[in-house]
Structures are given as structure tokens and as C-alpha cells.
């Protein structure tokens, strides 16, 4: 088979994140509960002198102050959709409160048979884009990368049915192993044994 040229280094595509395991996680979510509650107490520490809390408070004006200059006209438009959707979610939800209406639990949707081919089809189209902008040695290490997942299952599916079939001690009997418990307990519930002890002696 022929080899495959090294890959090349992309400029200016950022680096993937990182995945973090759950120890990492939690221990970076306990360390932001740390930062958190130091600025609590900072900020509570100001408050007990007046004149350092009004200074603390002025000095956040002007920052404030100074990000909503520097924004740019999208941005102003996005802050604003955002500001009405709040303000009209809570005066919903508060108009609900005074009719004593409860808000109901979010439930799963249930997608339709022509929903669902639907999304298939959304699915599809998107894939037939992101493949028709693969180059070629893209498309050639994921057929490899397939072939070799492939060939692998083949010989674990070989090896397993292999051990499936095993002959006991007598060679005259073999066991089969494939079947599952319940299986078995059925075909044991289906043998008709004598129900008198006397039919059974006999037997």
C-alpha cells in the first residue's frame, strides 16, 4: 500500500480543549467556587467602610461605562434581543404566578415518522458538505482507519463464535455455551417430569 505523506501543520486554527477527566473537572470547579467566595469577601470586607465601597462602586461604573462604548453596533443588537427575551420571560412567568398557573416539566419530543426522515435527510446533506470538503488524504486515512476497524472486529467475531462451540469430557455429547440463561431455564421448564414420586421411580 502505498504511504501516506506526514501531515502538514494548520496555521491559524486554534488547538482542540483539552478533555478533562472527572477528578480534573470537579477539581477545577471546586477552584472556581474558591475564586468566587474570595470575591465575596472582598467585596464584603469594602462594604464595612463606607468610603472605600463608594470608591469600589465608582470605579465600576466607569469600567461598565467604558465596555459599553468600546462595543460594536452587533453586539449592541445582541445585548438588546437578549434584554427583551429576559424581560418578557419574567413578565410571563409572572403574569402565570398571579393566574396560579404552575409551568409545566419539560418533556422529550417525540419526533414523527416524516420528522425523523427529515432530520435523516438534514443529516445527510451536511455530511455530503463536510466530505466534499475533505481533501483526498483525508478521505484515504478515514478509509484506512475504517478498514482497520473493520478487520478487527472480523477476527474478534471469528474468535468468539470459535469459543462459542466446546466439546465436554464426553466426547459423544458437546455443550452449546451461546445460549443465554434464560434459554436454558426455559428448555429445562419444558422437559414433563413425573409428578408423583411413585412415576418417578418407575422411570
Given at each position: 500500500m502505498k504511504e501516506l505523506r506526514p501531515?502538514?501543520?494548520?496555521?491559524?486554527?486554534?488547538?482542540?480543549?483539552?478533555?478533562?477527566?472527572?477528578?480534573?473537572?470537579?477539581?477545577?470547579?471546586?477552584?472556581?467556587?474558591?475564586?468566587h467566595k474570595?470575591?465575596?469577601?472582598?467585596?464584603?470586607c469594602l462594604r464595612q467602610d463606607a468610603a472605600k465601597w463608594e470608591d469600589y462602586l465608582k470605579s465600576e461604573r466607569e469600567r461598565k461605562r467604558n465596555e459599553?462604548?468600546?462595543?460594536?453596533?452587533?453586539?449592541?443588537?445582541i445585548d438588546g434581543g437578549r434584554a427583551k427575551n429576559r424581560l418578557r420571560q419574567r413578565e410571563y412567568k409572572?403574569?402565570?404566578?398571579?393566574?396560579?398557573?404552575?409551568?409545566?416539566?419539560?418533556?422529550?419530543?417525540?419526533?414523527?415518522?416524516?420528522?425523523?426522515?427529515?432530520?435523516?435527510?438534514?443529516?445527510?446533506?451536511?455530511?455530503k458538505i463536510c466530505r466534499s470538503k475533505k481533501s483526498s488524504q483525508k478521505k484515504r486515512r478515514i478509509k484506512e482507519r475504517d478498514r482497520n476497524y473493520r478487520r478487527n472486529v472480523r477476527t474478534k467475531d471469528s474468535s468468539t463464535q470459535a469459543n462459542e462451540f466446546h466439546e465436554s469430557d464426553d466426547k459423544s455429547t458437546t455443550t452449546l455455551s451461546c445460549y443465554s440463561k434464560e434459554a436454558v431455564r426455559k428448555s429445562?421448564?419444558?422437559?414433563?417430569l413425573p409428578s408423583h414420586a411413585e412415576k418417578f421411580a418407575e422411570t
Amino acid at each position: 500500500m502505498k504511504e501516506l505523506r506526514p501531515r502538514k501543520p494548520k496555521e491559524g486554527i486554534p488547538k482542540p480543549k483539552e478533555s478533562l477527566t472527572t477528578a480534573e473537572r470537579a477539581q477545577r470547579y471546586k477552584l472556581q467556587n474558591v475564586v468566587h467566595k474570595s470575591e465575596r469577601r472582598y467585596r464584603d470586607c469594602l462594604r464595612q467602610d463606607a468610603a472605600k465601597w463608594e470608591d469600589y462602586l465608582k470605579s465600576e461604573r466607569e469600567r461598565k461605562r467604558n465596555e459599553r462604548i468600546n462595543r460594536t453596533e452587533e453586539q449592541k443588537q445582541i445585548d438588546g434581543g437578549r434584554a427583551k427575551n429576559r424581560l418578557r420571560q419574567r413578565e410571563y412567568k409572572k403574569r402565570q404566578e398571579e393566574k396560579g398557573i404552575k409551568p409545566k416539566p419539560k418533556e422529550n419530543k417525540v419526533l414523527t415518522r416524516s420528522q425523523k426522515e427529515e432530520q435523516r435527510g438534514y443529516w445527510r446533506e451536511r455530511q455530503k458538505i463536510c466530505r466534499s470538503k475533505k481533501s483526498s488524504q483525508k478521505k484515504r486515512r478515514i478509509k484506512e482507519r475504517d478498514r482497520n476497524y473493520r478487520r478487527n472486529v472480523r477476527t474478534k467475531d471469528s474468535s468468539t463464535q470459535a469459543n462459542e462451540f466446546h466439546e465436554s469430557d464426553d466426547k459423544s455429547t458437546t455443550t452449546l455455551s451461546c445460549y443465554s440463561k434464560e434459554a436454558v431455564r426455559k428448555s429445562a421448564s419444558r422437559c414433563h417430569l413425573p409428578s408423583h414420586a411413585e412415576k418417578f421411580a418407575e422411570t
